[in-house]
Nanobody, 127 residues
């Protein structure tokens, strides 16, 4: 069973930055694309971005594009989400998820493409 564990959340001031990690265990990390999603208070879960396996191409949701970077370290079985210029509206529970599908710009946003999910981690951005 593949397990994902997010770390690095907490309270951040507006204008600051965050770095979340997603540690994956239970299978060969290289086989999986990793996606990041978030769910703000009273909102539906939405895509932040994703990184493919193999060629490690990154895709981003429109509202974080330009201030987010998703990366992965296959030697450490870990993926990362870095965001800067944080705003109070970035407050959310952030989830990482793993996919065996070949993600493309048209499908990386779809939750059904991801078979395994972490438990989520809270990020609160104070104004």
């Amino acid at each position: 069973q593949v397990q994902l564990v997010e770390t690095g959340g907490g309270l951040v001031q507006a204008g600051g930055s965050l770095r979340l990690s997603c540690a994956v265990s239970g299978d060969t990390f290289d086989y999986y694309a990793i996606g990041w999603f978030r769910q703000g208070p009273g909102k539906e879960r939405e895509i932040v971005g994703a990184i493919t396996s193999g060629d490690q191409v990154s895709y981003y949701g429109d509202y974080v594009k330009g201030r987010s970077t998703i990366s992965r370290d296959n030697a450490k079985n870990t993926a990362f989400l870095e965001m800067d210029s944080l705003k109070p509206e970035d407050t959310a529970i952030y989830y990482c998820a793993a996919s065996r599908f070949r993600l493309t710009p048209t499908i990386f946003t779809l939750e059904k493409m991801y078979e395994y999910w972490g438990q989520g981690i809270q990020v609160t951005v104070s104004s």
